[in-house]
């Protein structure tokens, strides 16, 4: 079988520190399945190609699968009609957080959609793809996808979650690493807190931990490669205390001379683990503030100590380790109380970087649901004003909390991300 996958592009996202994990583990798994006699993987987050290019090409496969968020949606739904219209026996898949959470709709341009993680269900389906193409009724013993069948909506349900440690890295050897400053690696899958702002709880299904050793061949093998800028794609890295110091402790004994980052939450990065970050090429560490407010904190389940925040945070200032603050606007009970809460806890920390986005109500969050239910409403804005606030307000409806109108929320978000410009530009003077 000809299989050609497609990581579909972010709108206005034009970084290259975005290596596509997901489709780089389908694409092993495809390899692994045995079934593919041709693969190609095409990226376009790092190469540029318009509508009609991709759907040439596809001409070329028996199987497109496109994975796509919610910002690229629209691209991908677009796509997926133009393959099918110019290679109709073409088998049109879609796939990622959005078409999990979405599938039924998104059906109306995919043959099929897989939801979740998407390694086995690929396996599984390449495995009958012979008796799929006879009889679609087969595609019913298949777990974690959904399609149609005589008009009918069939959903087989979520993929069990996937053991992380079979696959011992995603193929690499379908890209062209050089396009890519930075690359992408994990150490775990899932997350254990439940945001109402975040769908990763309900897609990954489950926290799983990489072994140590099968993290550190994976580096290893990029390094060797010239590709010593990691960011880790954890959830929270730091999860498991236990398991992020054997990472980087056995990154320290390799001597690996790597660079990275990573996400984290603050309330456990004591000491210890942050000497054990720092010693193992940990140069950023990103973590999610939200709010000053402690009321909009309990209110979105985040479950943050400010206290320990601010230790955290000096624990890793000291040990040279930069610190990204990710904040977000608009999240339930915002008001001007609560943003000057926000702007004076990020006076106390002064971290290096600051990024503010606006609480967006993503498919699979209690935010999308309060809006799905009618329980909110969504802001009308001009996409010219939402574009300044890092891209995740866009492709996706915008939370709007009861606390504030239309008129007052966006001039306090504009009034918000004014005064951390002048903040940051204060922090450069002074560094």
């Given at each position: 079988?000809?299989?050609?996958?497609?990581?579909?592009?972010?709108?206005?996202?034009?970084?290259?520190?975005?290596f596509?994990?997901?489709?780089?583990?389908?694409?092993?798994?495809?390899?692994?399945?045995?079934n593919?006699?041709?693969?190609?993987?095409?990226?376009?987050?790092?190469?540029?190609?318009?509508?009609?290019?991709?759907?040439q090409?596809?001409?070329?496969?028996?199987?497109?699968?496109?994975?796509?968020?919610?910002?690229?949606?629209?691209?991908?739904?677009?796509?997926?009609?133009?393959?099918?219209?110019s290679?109709?026996?073409c088998?049109?898949?879609?796939?990622?957080?959005?078409?999990?959470?979405?599938?039924e709709?998104c059906?109306?341009?995919?043959?099929?959609?897989?939801?979740?993680?998407?390694?086995?269900?690929?396996?599984?389906?390449?495995?009958?793809?012979?008796?799929?193409?006879?009889?679609?009724?087969?595609?019913?013993?298949?777990?974690?996808?959904?399609?149609?069948?005589?008009?009918?909506?069939?959903?087989?349900?979520?993929?069990?979650?996937?053991?992380?440690?079979?696959?011992?890295?995603?193929?690499?050897?379908?890209?062209?690493?050089?396009?890519?400053?930075?690359?992408?690696?994990?150490?775990?899958?899932g997350?254990s807190?439940?945001?109402?702002?975040?769908?990763?709880?309900?897609?990954?299904?489950?926290?799983?931990?990489?072994?140590?050793?099968?993290?550190?061949?994976?580096?290893?093998?990029?390094a060797?490669?010239g590709?010593?800028?990691?960011?880790?794609?954890?959830?929270?890295?730091?999860?498991?205390?236990?398991?992020?110091?054997?990472?980087?402790?056995?990154?320290?004994k390799?001597?690996?001379?790597?660079?990275?980052?990573?996400?984290?939450?603050?309330?456990n990065l004591?000491?210890?683990?942050?000497?054990?970050?720092?010693?193992?090429?940990?140069?950023?560490?990103?973590?999610?503030?939200?709010?000053?407010?402690?009321?909009?904190l309990?209110?979105?389940?985040?479950?943050?100590?400010?206290?320990?925040l601010?230790?955290?945070?000096?624990?890793?200032?000291?040990?040279?380790?930069?610190?990204?603050?990710?904040?977000?606007?608009?999240?339930?009970?915002?008001?001007?109380?609560?943003v000057?809460?926000?702007?004076n806890?990020?006076?106390?920390?002064?971290?290096?970087?600051?990024?503010?986005?606006?609480?967006?109500?993503?498919?699979?969050?209690?935010l999308?649901?309060?809006?799905?239910?009618?329980?909110?409403?969504a802001?009308?804005?001009?996409?010219?004003?939402?574009?300044?606030?890092?891209?995740?307000?866009?492709?996706?409806?915008?939370?709007?909390?009861?606390?504030?109108?239309?008129?007052?929320?966006?001039?306090?978000?504009?009034?918000?991300?004014?005064?951390?410009?002048?903040?940051r530009?204060?922090l450069?003077?002074?560094?």
């Amino acid at each position: 079988m000809r299989i050609l996958l497609i990581n579909v592009d972010w709108p206005f996202y034009k970084g290259k520190d975005l290596f596509p994990l997901g489709i780089a583990y389908v694409a092993k798994a495809a390899m692994l399945s045995g079934n593919a006699k041709e693969l190609r993987v095409i990226d376009l987050n790092v190469e540029t190609r318009s509508d009609s290019s991709i759907a040439q090409v596809a001409k070329n496969y028996d199987l497109v699968g496109l994975s796509f968020t919610t910002p690229s949606a629209t691209r991908a739904k677009r796509l997926a009609a133009l393959i099918k219209h110019s290679n109709p026996e073409c088998l049109v898949i879609g796939g990622g957080i959005h078409a999990s959470f979405l599938a039924e709709s998104c059906l109306d341009w995919f043959d099929l959609v897989m939801k979740g993680e998407g390694e086995v269900t690929f396996i599984n389906l390449l495995n009958k793809i012979e008796e799929i193409k006879e009889d679609w009724k087969q595609l019913s013993t298949i777990k974690g996808i959904a399609f149609k069948l005589e008009n009918k909506y069939i959903d087989t349900g979520w993929s069990e979650p996937v053991d992380i440690n079979w696959i011992d890295r995603p193929a690499y050897q379908f890209f062209d690493l050089d396009k890519y400053n930075i690359m992408s690696v994990i150490s775990s899958r899932g997350c254990s807190y439940n945001c109402i702002y975040c769908a990763a709880q309900r897609f990954w299904r489950g926290l799983r931990l990489r072994k140590p050793e099968l993290v550190v061949k994976e580096l290893s093998w990029l390094a060797e490669r010239g590709k010593k800028l990691i960011k880790f794609h954890d959830s929270t890295f730091t999860l498991v205390r236990s398991h992020a110091i054997k990472v980087c402790n056995l990154i320290k004994k390799e001597m690996l001379d790597l660079k990275w980052s990573c996400e984290t939450r603050a309330e456990n990065l004591d000491k210890e683990l942050v000497k054990s970050m720092r010693d193992a090429g940990c140069i950023k560490a990103c973590i999610g503030v939200d709010s000053g407010s402690t009321k909009i904190l309990n209110t979105c389940k985040r479950n943050v100590n400010l206290s320990k925040l601010k230790t955290s945070i000096k624990n890793l200032k000291e040990a040279g380790i930069k610190v990204r603050i990710y904040l977000i606007f608009g999240l339930p009970g915002e008001n001007e109380t609560t943003v000057k809460e926000t702007l004076n806890l990020i006076k106390q920390l002064q971290p290096n970087e600051v990024m503010l986005s606006l609480a967006t109500a993503y498919p699979g969050t209690q935010l999308w649901d309060d809006l799905s239910q009618g329980h909110a409403t969504a802001l009308d804005a001009d996409e010219s004003w939402l574009k300044q606030f890092t891209g995740h307000a866009l492709g996706a409806p915008i939370y709007l909390p009861k606390t504030l109108t239309k008129q007052a929320y966006m001039k306090l978000a504009s009034w918000l991300r004014q005064e951390l410009k002048q903040m940051r530009k204060r922090l450069m003077r002074k560094n």
